[in-house]
């Protein structure tokens, strides 16, 4: 019976050990894949400063493989930097724009950096955690086609956003350093769009974005 005392409080000692989840000055690499879903509010397309009726637009989602890395500065703080690969998305006639259909695509890059809590202890397998960080997205590659090409628009030109993220997570260790994870942001991401005709005629519209961007993938801590 003292035997098996002792063999069980060993084994409790290894699981525990085995449970130490993130301590300071640790570096925990995730990887996955991230959706980022618009929660569009489209302002109206100005035509030479002037507004145009019910002419808004729309933008699709879009999903592609996502890379973070997070210090630990205390056993509950980390600091978090995110990159992706370029997110790619069609932009939509709405409301009088309808009829172009995706007239339009635009790839961004939305690198943000989170202040994110731990709220358990370091040894505890399940680690949920809550970030507020900033974001600076980038748009590039901006390109007409289909209607938006054949209507002779030109010159399309995003400009960039800076702006607040929240986020809430977690990760699960399923090995020693290994977790699953899971997280979710708000982006507040906020841009106008300006576009010409062959005829000179000048365009702008105002979006927030604001999207939604969910993330699946795994954690390495080392």
Do not use: C
Not at 12 to 41: C, E, H, I, L
Not at 103 to 131: C, E, I, R, W
Request: hydrophobic share 40%; aromatic share 10%; charged share 15%.
């Amino acid at each position: 019976m003292k035997k098996l005392s002792l063999a069980i409080l060993a084994a409790t000692a290894v699981m525990a050990s085995g449970a130490q989840a993130y301590q300071t000055g640790d570096f925990v690499v995730r990887g996955g894949v991230t959706q980022v879903s618009p929660n569009v509010d489209s302002g109206l397309l100005k035509q030479n400063n002037q507004k145009v009726a019910n002419a808004k637009v729309d933008v699709d989602s879009d999903t592609q493989l996502s890379l973070s890395l997070t210090y630990m500065l205390t056993d509950n703080l980390g600091v978090e930097v995110l990159a992706a690969t370029p997110f790619k998305h069609n932009l939509k006639g709405k409301g009088a724009l309808s009829g172009l259909g995706n007239f339009a695509t635009v790839k961004h890059l939305p690198p943000t950096v989170t202040l994110q809590y731990y709220p358990m202890d370091s040894n505890a397998a399940f680690q949920p955690y809550v970030g507020l960080g900033l974001n600076y997205t980038v748009f590039f590659s901006e390109k007409f086609k289909g209607a938006g090409k054949t209507s002779n628009f030109k010159s399309l030109d995003l400009e960039s956003s800076l702006g607040l993220a929240g986020q809430v997570g977690f990760d699960y260790e399923v090995a020693e350093n290994f977790s699953v994870n899971a997280s979710a942001r708000y982006i507040d991401i906020n841009t106008t769009a300006k576009f010409k005709n062959a005829a000179g005629t000048k365009f702008k519209i105002d979006v927030e974005l604001d999207p939604w961007v969910y993330t699946l993938g795994v954690a390495y801590k080392f």
